[in-house]
């Protein structure tokens, strides 16, 4: 049987959205590419002309708009408005951060006259990109997850340590705080008291989620990408293994495998269709091998970094699948590609300092043929020439501050 080919609205161009500085984001690049491909227009918000998004060769045109996430919604809506504006007609917005999602939803009648976006509920991407908000949302529909607190004093977070137990997992609380007045850096494990207390300090108050931590040797991690369309039709699902990050157990997705889960895509699907989640989403699961249970861990209401890893043999990502939904586009059907993901530049350091905490020989390091990587390809090489000297100076940079520090 032929297979059908995907027909989109080359006419409509589409807008890379994003709130903070992270110019080096393959999860950008892939954006840009998958759509660029297709012969759509995608312009992109980037922190200057030398990030490796505005080196893309299928990037349309590039707005130099350096945002931290302090700015006042106003603000944003005004630039988004203003771009909006600049490009002229309709166009789909694709967010990359959390910020960037909760800025979308909760102005999408202003946005409307320059945008089409997704019917989601304007209060659901920042309930569920909130670490406690998810925590509820959860317990309210029965979907396991972790143990998790929110601590509201520093005697409460000490006092969760003491009563629960150690290890545990911190997270920043929120979408906005993290950029603002972030708890953590990024994803923290702690291992007793005294790492808990050198991660957050007693003033002020910290912003922040304990987690009940999975020890890895009885858990696997999971991930489902997702796109819910406006006219109640099944969610497009891809499911696969995370198998490495970085920093290791915490950050950023560096090695991972597309393989198919039934029963993980039916909870994800049956999940979003009861909250009423409609967009791209990105979900974090972890697999508890002491009870069987797959627990959602993180919610993102937005494109996930890794998005590539995923695609159906109709050649459908999740980009591609928002851009055909919103344009009244058939998406066309296909079960997923089974295939490897790997971001080379940090996957190398984790598959060292993984192997070495866990003593064994480090797995799936060696690239495939059937690897999608976040910077490397023919057809648009310059995004990785431009990450390469951007990781070189920041590397150079930290041994620098290292070399000077008594």
């Known amino acids: 049987m032929p297979q059908a080919r995907i027909e989109p609205d080359r006419a409509t161009p589409a807008l890379l959205v994003k709130i903070g500085h992270y110019p080096q984001h393959h999860g950008g690049v892939g954006v840009i590419r998958t759509l660029g491909r297709l012969g759509v227009p995608v312009y992109a918000m980037v922190e200057d002309r030398w990030t490796p998004a505005a080196l893309s060769r299928y990037l349309t045109g590039a707005f130099v708009r350096r945002t931290d996430g302090s700015e006042e919604p106003a603000a944003l809506l005004a630039v988004l408005l203003e771009i909006?504006?600049?490009?002229?007609?309709?166009?789909?917005?694709?967010?990359?951060?959390?910020?960037?999602?909760?800025?979308?939803?909760?102005?999408?009648?202003?946005?409307?006259?320059?945008?089409?976006?997704?019917?989601?509920?304007?209060?659901?991407p920042r309930l569920l990109a909130s670490k406690a908000g998810l925590f509820e949302v959860c317990r309210r529909y029965g979907v396991p997850s972790p143990a998790a607190w929110a601590p509201q004093g520093y005697r409460e977070l000490l006092a969760v340590g003491r009563e629960h137990g150690y290890p545990l997992v911190l997270k920043n609380l929120e979408a906005w705080t993290r950029l603002r007045a972030p708890?953590?850096?990024?994803?923290?494990v702690v291992h007793d008291e005294a790492e808990l207390k050198a991660a957050c300090q007693p003033e002020p108050v910290p912003s922040v989620l304990v987690q009940e931590y999975l020890p890895p040797e009885q858990a696997e991690d999971w991930i489902t990408h997702l796109y819910c369309g406006p006219d109640g039709a099944p969610p497009l699902v891809f499911t696969g293994r995370k198998l490495r990050s970085w920093p290791p157990g915490a950050g950023v997705t560096t090695r991972a495998q597309s393989l198919p889960n039934p029963e993980l895509a039916d909870l994800a699907?049956?999940?979003?269709?009861?909250?009423?989640?409609?967009?791209?989403?990105?979900?974090?699961?972890?697999l508890d091998r002491r009870d069987g249970q797959y627990k959602l861990v993180d919610f993102n209401p937005r494109t996930g970094a890794q998005f590539r890893l995923f695609q159906s043999t109709a050649g459908v990502d999740v980009v591609r699948a928002l851009h055909l939904g919103l344009t009244g586009r058939r998406i066309p059907a296909g079960p997923q590609l089974v295939r490897s993901f790997g971001v080379g530049q940090l996957d190398l350091p984790s598959a060292v300092v993984t192997a070495w905490r866990e003593r064994r020989p480090p797995v799936d390091v060696l690239p495939r043929a059937a690897t999608e990587r976040g910077w490397l390809c023919r057809d648009d090489p310059l995004p990785a020439l431009g990450e390469a000297a951007r990781f070189t100076g920041t590397v150079a940079e930290r041994l620098r501050r290292a070399a000077r520090r008594p």
Not at 183 to 188: L, P, W
Not at 269 to 286: Q, S, T
Request: glycine letters at 10%; aromatic letters at 8%; a negative charge.
């Open 84 to 124: 909006g504006a600049a490009i002229g007609r309709p166009t789909v917005p694709v967010a990359t951060d959390d910020e960037a999602a909760v800025l979308l939803a909760e102005h999408a009648g202003e946005l409307s006259r320059y945008f089409l976006l997704p019917p989601v509920p304007p209060t659901l």
């Open 183 to 188: 708890a953590v850096r990024h994803t923290t």
């Open 269 to 286: 699907a049956e999940f979003c269709g009861r909250i009423g989640y409609h967009g791209v989403a990105d979900l974090d699961w972890r």
